[in-house]
């Protein structure tokens, strides 16, 4: 198993689901960003998704759209990825994916970029705006480094598309619970279980949800059917109004909502 996919069964292996938190690199600036990562790890968070700034985050919502924003502002650049992942990957052994839109990966070489995110000891992409079968070039350097590649599923996508998704899927499935942009809401649809029961039907063995959960409640009840839970907007939300204290206080309150109920599905 990959080190994401140990992750997800070590939690598994406690009696709960897993705890994937999203942040941006260099919000509010990168020393801090690095340091926020980390205060993720030390919480109770057992994936860390860390997000480059793109400059067309058609997936991003409010929140995060103005945290990326500022980081662009700062002056990010490519090198500061993978300084950060050094740097957290140094300072805990919670592996650390990277979300990012396709075109950054493109522009910078998709084996270049696969090779110096190893080297930085990355454990995998999360790739929103591709799919499986566009994504010939990225599948084969995943396939060369040993890096996850983790694919999105939609609640509109089609039972063929969900079984390519799977096929080419490795470390998790990114479960959308719901179509449009990243953020909290009050309920999250019907249709991210029904998804993961779709995804179970095509062969997933981890399906981890993701989009408008912000709440332990919320995550308890991802746990009952689902593998994991993400949660970006709120962890970003605390960070930029409370600092690393407020990041750690809310963190803990969501990884209590891991331990529900575990699905029947084992991996």
Not at 1 to 19: L, N, W
Not at 196 to 223: K, P
Not at 249 to 258: I, S
């Amino acid at each position: 198993m990959s080190r994401v996919e140990q992750a997800i069964a070590a939690a598994h292996d406690a009696g709960r689901s897993a705890f994937i938190g999203y942040l941006p690199v260099g919000f509010p600036d990168l020393d801090t960003s690095i340091r926020a990562a980390i205060t993720l790890a030390e919480n109770g968070v057992d994936i860390i998704e860390l997000g480059p700034p793109y400059s067309d985050p058609v997936m991003d919502g409010a929140v995060i759209q103005e945290a990326t924003t500022a980081a662009l502002a700062n002056g990010f650049t490519m090198k500061d990825l993978f300084t950060a992942v050094r740097a957290i990957t140094e300072a805990t052994d919670v592996p650390v994916l990277v979300m990012t839109y396709w075109n950054p990966v493109f522009q910078y070489g998709v084996d270049r970029y696969a090779d110096d995110l190893l080297a930085a000891g990355g454990a995998g992409l999360i790739t929103p705006d591709i799919t499986p079968d566009v994504a010939g070039d990225w599948i084969a350097a995943s396939e060369r480094t040993g890096l996850d590649r983790v694919f999105l599923a939609a609640p509109t996508s089609t039972d063929e598309r969900l079984r390519l998704v799977v096929e080419s899927s490795t470390g998790f499935i990114y479960t959308v619970s719901t179509m449009g942009i990243t953020g909290e809401r009050a309920e999250l649809d019907r249709a991210a279980r029904t998804l993961v029961g779709r995804l179970r039907e095509q062969g997933a063995s981890r399906a981890c949800v993701g989009i408008g959960i912000s709440t332990a409640e919320q995550i308890a009840g991802v746990s009952e059917y689902a593998d994991g839970a993400i949660v970006g907007t709120a962890l970003v939300r605390a960070l930029r109004d409370g600092g690393l204290p407020a990041l750690a206080d809310v963190t803990r309150n969501l990884a209590v909502g891991t331990s529900s109920t575990r699905p029947a599905h084992e991996n």
